[in-house]
């Protein structure tokens, strides 16, 4: 079985109204390489004429972003022309690459009814060679992400990118990043395998499970050693998990704000290029 290193709780870092844990990084955990941060929005409930989600456009570069919506939607817009609304179930997959402004607002029809609201964002590093790739930009829809039963259906599991047993997952990623979210029943269990080479990310959204033996409650992250493949999952209650793996890029990391580079010198030259016009001019 895959040895646990340790396990993380999340931390409360609410942005205004919006309650917000960040389960990476925090002071025990600064990364997972090549996982890179991940804040958890919710589970809050909006009142009617609200003023919705706050990330209003801001720029980005040499990473890319995963996002969950549990509840409530999301609607993009970025500088490469990537525009949607993504509602509940759905996720949305941004490559920053060279560079864009993106914003990522509530639907107008959420802040003016309100209703329950739950997000989550998962940021990747991109490995030197790519860092500097084209932007791009893909949204799906629930119905668009291919599930995987098991346990006789106690598990569903949504496949993302990579694959999943034989299911592959729609989004393709350039780096080999297997993501996917799992939604549990109670008694509901699975067993997988991930290469000893390659880092898992584990983090309990909701509910409680127990991983390789060890109890995890909601809002932790489960840091794995690279000894053992076997992870066996069994939910203490009705749970939802992320899931992933990746090998790890073993490249310097610096981060300023929104850019993350491989050198200083790269993070003065974003924000140079950003300031510059760049990464695109805003239009509403």
Same mark, same amino acid.
């Given at each position: 079985?895959?040895?646990?290193?340790?396990?993380?709780? @999340?931390?409360?870092?609410?942005?205004?109204?919006?309650? =917000?844990?960040?389960?990476?990084?925090?002071?025990? #955990?600064?990364?997972?390489?090549?996982? /890179?941060?991940?804040?958890?929005?919710?589970?809050?409930?909006?009142?009617?004429?609200?003023?919705?989600?706050?990330?209003?456009?801001?720029?980005?570069?040499?990473?890319? =972003? $995963?996002?969950?919506?549990?509840?409530?939607?999301?609607?993009?817009?970025?500088?490469?022309?990537?525009?949607?609304?993504?509602?509940?179930?759905?996720?949305?997959?941004?490559?920053?690459?060279?560079?864009?402004?993106? @914003?990522?607002?509530?639907?107008?029809?959420?802040?003016?009814?309100?209703?329950?609201?739950?997000?989550?964002?998962?940021?990747?590093? /991109?490995?030197? +060679?790519?860092?500097? #790739? +084209?932007?791009?930009?893909?949204?799906?829809?629930?119905?668009?992400?291919?599930?995987?039963?098991?346990?006789?259906?106690?598990?569903? &599991?949504?496949?993302?990118?990579?694959?999943?047993?034989?299911? +592959?997952?729609?989004?393709?990623? /350039?780096?080999?990043?297997?993501?996917?979210? *799992?939604?549990?029943?109670?008694?509901?269990?699975?067993?997988?395998? *991930?290469?000893?080479?390659?880092?898992?990310?584990?983090? #309990?959204?909701?509910?409680?499970?127990? &991983?390789?033996?060890?109890?995890?409650?909601? $809002?932790?992250? &489960?840091?794995?050693?690279?000894?053992?493949?076997?992870?066996?999952?069994?939910?203490?209650?009705?749970?939802?998990? /992320?899931?992933?793996? @990746?090998?790890?890029?073993?490249?310097?990391? *610096? @981060?300023?704000?929104?850019? #993350?580079?491989?050198?200083?010198?790269?993070?003065?030259?974003?924000?140079?290029?950003?300031?510059?016009?760049?990464?695109?001019?805003?239009?509403?």
């Amino acid at each position: 079985m895959r040895k646990i290193k340790k396990i993380h709780k @999340a931390i409360s870092a609410p942005m205004g109204d919006l309650v =917000t844990y960040r389960a990476l990084p925090t002071n025990t #955990v600064e990364y997972i390489d090549p996982f /890179l941060f991940l804040n958890h929005h919710g589970p809050q409930v909006y009142k009617p004429n609200n003023q919705g989600l706050p990330f209003g456009p801001h720029p980005h570069r040499g990473f890319e =972003t $995963l996002t969950f919506i549990l509840e409530g939607d999301i609607t993009h817009q970025d500088t490469g022309g990537g525009k949607d609304v993504i509602e509940a179930g759905g996720v949305q997959w941004m490559t920053a690459g060279s560079g864009l402004i993106h @914003a990522e607002v509530s639907s107008e029809k959420f802040k003016k009814e309100g209703g329950p609201l739950e997000i989550l964002q998962l940021w990747f590093n /991109l490995p030197a +060679k790519y860092k500097m #790739v +084209k932007p791009a930009y893909v949204g799906l829809q629930k119905d668009k992400i291919p599930v995987v039963t098991e346990d006789e259906g106690k598990v569903k &599991v949504n496949v993302i990118s990579g694959s999943w047993g034989e299911t +592959k997952g729609p989004i393709p990623s /350039l780096s080999d990043i297997h993501m996917a979210s *799992v939604e549990l029943q109670e008694a509901g269990s699975f067993t997988t395998t *991930v290469a000893a080479e390659r880092n898992v990310f584990f983090y #309990v959204v909701r509910g409680s499970v127990k &991983v390789n033996g060890e109890k995890v409650e909601k $809002l932790h992250l &489960v840091e794995f050693s690279n000894e053992g493949e076997e992870i066996k999952v069994e939910a203490q209650e009705e749970s939802y998990i /992320l899931f992933g793996h @990746a090998r790890p890029f073993n490249e310097p990391v *610096v @981060a300023h704000g929104p850019f #993350v580079m491989n050198t200083e010198q790269e993070i003065q030259e974003a924000f140079r290029d950003y300031q510059l016009g760049k990464m695109g001019s805003w239009e509403e």
